[in-house]
């Protein structure tokens, strides 16, 4: 079983609809994050968490909003999906300590927005 | 499975040849730079990473080279193999109050038979 779990794998949906995408994880890590891939474009920070009581708004958090409901699960949400939000999610974990760069992801949710 | 990237650099090596993956970094404060592996349907995955104070660090076939006074981060994979077909991504990273991993767009290694 994966350590970063993600559902839904695939959503299409419509625009102004509302969607959440949920990450869970077994990795025992205290921090979170989501990201958003385009094609041709590298990764970019929607929003981090790095432990229960803290929320931190990445480079694109404008439309997005997050809740970290355990250590364990930390989920994104589309309160009014658009068209350009239709992209790869991953969300990401990493332990506590001195920060490093290795994230470990889950296997992505792909958002369609028509 | 997923695409992580219509247009991305390709480069193309012979099975069993050395590959390098070259990245352009951006912030001459970054303190750390990281390489992420993505494969076809799977989240990226860290390969190595390397601190400014460094300026080559090995792994087990890899081997990363950072140059700070052109802000050139390189990625050399040995004797490459098919499973290390992927997607490579650089990362950047502040050491500061404010966390932020920026990634690069990305360079795709396809590896012939």
Redesign the interface.
């Known amino acids: 079983d994966a350590d970063v779990t993600q559902t839904p794998r695939n959503r299409i949906t419509k625009t102004g609809k509302r969607i959440m995408l949920e990450c869970s994880q077994t990795k025992g890590h205290d921090r979170m994050y989501w990201y958003r891939q385009d094609p041709g474009l590298g990764l970019q920070l929607i929003y981090y968490s790095f432990d229960v009581k803290d929320i931190n708004k990445g480079e694109i958090s404008d439309g997005y909003s997050v809740s970290r409901q355990a250590q364990a699960k930390f989920s994104l949400s589309l309160e009014s999906a658009i068209p350009n939000q239709t992209a790869l999610y991953f969300c990401a974990t990493s332990p506590a300590g001195p920060i490093t760069g290795e994230l470990f992801f889950g296997e992505g949710s792909r958002l369609t927005v028509l | 499975g997923?695409?992580?990237?219509?247009?991305?650099p390709t480069l193309s090596v012979q099975e069993g040849d050395n590959s390098i993956i070259n990245c352009a970094y951006s912030n001459s404060a970054s303190d750390?730079?990281?390489w992420y592996k993505q494969e076809s349907?799977?989240?990226?995955?860290?390969i190595i990473?390397i601190r400014s104070n460094m300026d080559k660090r090995q792994g087990q076939r890899v081997t990363v080279l950072l140059n700070k006074t052109v802000k050139h981060l390189s990625l050399q994979i040995a004797a490459t193999q098919p499973g290390d077909s992927a997607v490579y991504?650089c990362?950047e990273?502040i050491?500061d109050s404010?966390?932020?991993?920026?990634?690069?767009?990305?360079t795709r290694l396809l590896v012939r038979p």
Do not use: R
């Open positions: 997923e695409s992580v990237g219509l247009h991305l750390y730079f990281i349907g799977k989240g990226p995955q860290f990473d991504f990362a990273m050491l404010s966390y932020k991993l920026i990634f690069g767009s990305g």
